[in-house]
Each structure stands twice: as structure tokens, then as C-alpha cells.
């Protein structure tokens, strides 16, 4: 079993940044892919970008490619998406994801409002 648990969501003005960890806990993280989703009222998930935690390989969605960043610490179990030049579009529910090869746990989220 894991237990991922994020933060660092919160009221941004577009164009400003935040940091949103992810702390997993419960496993040995190997072998696993860890992700960030997000979702809007309404509206489907949505991805938006995944690290493999053995290879460190990062995907990204198309729509977040260049402002957003996904990285790990592997000491500390903790997988993290900065993201930078925020645009309104980019408010929802942020929620962390992990699984070995399919998306099989989640955390409860976090509410990003980019807003001025």
C-alpha cells in the first residue's frame, strides 16, 4: 500500500510560480511511476506530467511543456512539480499519482487559483 500526500497549492497572480511536493510513503519506491494530474469541476483528469523513479524519465503534457517541471528526491520519497508562468488556465485540483505502470494510487489533491 501507498500513501501519497501532497501540498503547496494556493491563491498565485498569473505569471507567478509555486512548487507542489508530493510525499509517499507505505513502500520501497522502485520501479514505479510517479505523476502529476489535475482536474477542473466538470471536466475529465487530466495529465500533466510522470517521472520514472528508477530512470528518472519525465513526461510532459503538451499544454504545461516548458513552464512546468516534474522531479524527484529519492531519499526523501518525494516527487515535486514546480510550475512556472502560470496562466488562469492552469486552476484546478492538482493530484499526485503513483504505480507500477498504472495510475493505482492517488492523494487527495491540492487547489491551485491562478488569479489576480
Known amino acids: 500500500q501507498v500513501q501519497l500526500v501532497e501540498s503547496g497549492g494556493g491563491l498565485v497572480q498569473p505569471g507567478g510560480s509555486l512548487r507542489l511536493p508530493c510525499a509517499g510513503s507505505?513502500?520501497?519506491?522502485?520501479?514505479?511511476?510517479m505523476g502529476w494530474f489535475r482536474q477542473v469541476p466538470g471536466r475529465e483528469r487530466e495529465f500533466v506530467a510522470s517521472?520514472?523513479?528508477?530512470?528518472?524519465?519525465?513526461y510532459y503534457a503538451d499544454s504545461i511543456k516548458g513552464r512546468f517541471t516534474i522531479s524527484g528526491d529519492n531519499d526523501k520519497n518525494t516527487v515535486y512539480l514546480q510550475m512556472d508562468s502560470l496562466l488562469p488556465e492552469d486552476t484546478a485540483v492538482y493530484y499526485c499519482?503513483?504505480?507500477?505502470?498504472?495510475?493505482?494510487?492517488w492523494g487527495q489533491g491540492t487547489q491551485v487559483t491562478v488569479s489576480s
Open positions: 517521472i520514472s523513479w528508477s530512470g528518472g524519465s519525465t
Open positions: 507505505g513502500r520501497t519506491f522502485t520501479n514505479i511511476l
Open positions: 499519482a503513483a504505480g507500477p505502470g498504472i495510475w493505482e494510487y
